[in-house]
């Protein structure tokens, strides 16, 4: 009774804000390190609950006897701040970034002119940050990185390689080229001490910094490096405000909670699913049918992650071993790459798409908890030979896989309006005389879509390598009045998907 009093001592204090939360044992050990975007709901929330399905939640709550908070400007900082003191802490009940070997790791490496290197594995040579269980929230950093402290890409040897003229990456604003001296090696350092101040989670540091920066480039009248250090100072700013104003965020947050910790009873899975494949098929008529894969963390989709498959196997509507082909790839190519595994799969369809997606995995040597949801009237497998469970609509754990599903619907039919759409671009150049596949791919690399290439006058058609004179003309012939045919093509290639 004393340890709960204390607790909800603790929990009166805690701040409505982002940061960390350690969670200590009667030996003032750390046990557990979390992030939240809610520091009191997030905490509070384990104290809020009688009884437990997963024994190891059970038995961290009993055994939590003080609790500790680092407040961080916002989720993304709480991001680089948690996994930074799980990798030094190594708390008992963190076991999915315990490990670490199958989360990304942002790595400066150990050289002249450092570069900023993602990783899977521990083999380069540098300071690595952290491992990082959300690829959305490492994303995030790395533009803030991108755009505010350009480090190099190319893997030259500075002291040995001199080159005459910087690359690509100058031009378009991703590097100051040290290689040809654009860039001074104390102001390739300073901008290198800036991004290990924002992977260590010292972003309040780092824009304190940046604002000494600036003044005193002011004072010195060099205005546009002064005006860099402020365009910094202003992305620091955005990624901070955008992840703490509102309650909105974090009343989905709560709900997201509660959907995941309902689906994983309902399933019976041994630990909550942070990550959720969803898998849906894409035909039309039969005709180069697409099987996509998307993903949820932390009940949020990441787009980044999603992956389309044009299906070889299968030449006419086979539903059943499309979902089997596709599951295949996705997951042949996550165990090639050591990527990380969902907690759950979700497939779009009825018992007998279930039993193909499970034949897959078993191919695989891959025991991964699998569930099929029907859309007409959402009835959810959990197995190819049990009954369905059927579940009211309100139902949190429902409504998740739920928007799982109508995102991979969603982008299933997206990714197959854009095939069509590109493969009837193809056709419309390639049949003209003098226009092969690899002068119509360079077309509409350099212009996006024949609408743009019937545009163009023969002059500008002419400009374009391989295309002479002649070659342009017949474009302009043959192409007079495609902008209207592949409009009234893309309308009915939407309409056509709706059906």
């Known amino acids: 009774m004393e340890r709960m009093e204390r607790i909800r001592g603790l929990l009166k204090k805690l701040p409505n804000r982002p940061g960390v939360y350690l969670m200590h044992d009667e030996r003032g050990k750390i046990i557990y390190v979390g992030k939240a975007k809610n520091l009191k709901r997030r905490v509070s929330s384990y104290f809020n609950h009688k009884d437990f399905a997963i024994p190891r939640l059970r038995k961290l709550v009993a055994t939590v ?115 040809v001296g654009l860039c001074t090696a104390r102001e390739y350092g300073e901008r290198v001490d800036d991004v290990i101040l924002l992977l260590s989670g010292q972003t309040a540091d780092l824009i304190a910094r940046l604002r000494a920066r600036m003044e005193e480039c002011a004072s010195r009248l060099e205005f546009e490096a002064a005006g860099v250090a402020r365009d910094a100072i202003r992305s620091l700013w955005r990624m901070t405000r955008s992840q703490v104003t509102g309650t909105l965020s974090d009343d989905l947050d709560e709900d997201s909670w509660t959907a ?51 299906i070889r196997t299968v030449d006419w509507i086979d539903d059943f071993r499309s979902i089997e082909e596709t599951v295949t790839r996705k997951y042949r190519m996550a165990l090639r790459a050591e990527a990380p595994l969902p907690q759950l799969a979700m497939i779009d369809g009825g018992p007998q798409q279930l039993a193909f997606a499970r034949k897959a995995l078993a191919d695989l040597e891959l025991n991964l908890p699998t569930v099929a949801l029907a859309e007409e009237e959402e009835l959810i497998y959990t197995a190819p030979d049990a009954a369905p469970i059927r579940l009211p609509r309100n139902d949190p754990a429902l409504r998740l896989l739920q928007r799982v599903r109508d995102e991979a619907h969603r982008f299933a039919i997206t990714s197959h309006r854009r095939a069509s759409t590109a493969r009837f671009s193809r056709s419309a150049l390639e049949d003209i005389p003098g226009i092969g596949k690899h002068t119509s791919a360079l077309l509409l690399s350099a212009f996006g879509s024949v609408r743009r290439v019937a545009g163009l006058s023969e002059e500008e058609l002419s400009s374009v390598k391989g295309i002479g004179p002649v070659t342009a003309r017949r474009i302009k012939e043959a192409l007079c009045g495609s902008p209207a045919q592949e409009s009234e093509h893309e309308h009915d290639a939407q309409r056509t998907e709706k059906n």
């Open 65 to 179: 006897c003080d609790i500790t908070t680092i407040r961080t400007a916002s989720d993304a900082e709480a991001y680089i701040v948690e996994s930074r003191l799980i990798k030094a802490y190594q708390p008992f009940f963190n076991v999915e970034l315990k490990m670490g070997t199958r989360y990304p790791w942002a790595v400066v490496t150990d050289e002249p002119f450092p570069r900023l290197v993602v990783t899977r594995r521990r083999d380069i040579k540098g300071r690595y940050f952290g491992p990082f269980i959300s690829a959305g929230a490492l994303k995030d950093v790395l533009h803030i990185i991108e755009k505010a402290f350009p480090l190099r890409s190319c893997k030259y040897d500075l002291t040995r390689t001199k080159l005459s003229r910087p690359c690509l990456d100058y031009g378009i604003g991703k590097c100051d080229a040290p290689c």
């Open 260 to 310: 995941m910790k309902a689906l994983q009873e309902l399933v019976g899975l041994p630990t909550v699913p942070w990550r959720i494949d969803g898998f849906d098929i894409s035909h039309h008529a039969g005709y180069e049918t697409y099987g996509v894969s998307v993903v949820f963390e932390q009940g949020y989709p990441n787009p980044s992650l999603y992956r389309r498959f044009k």
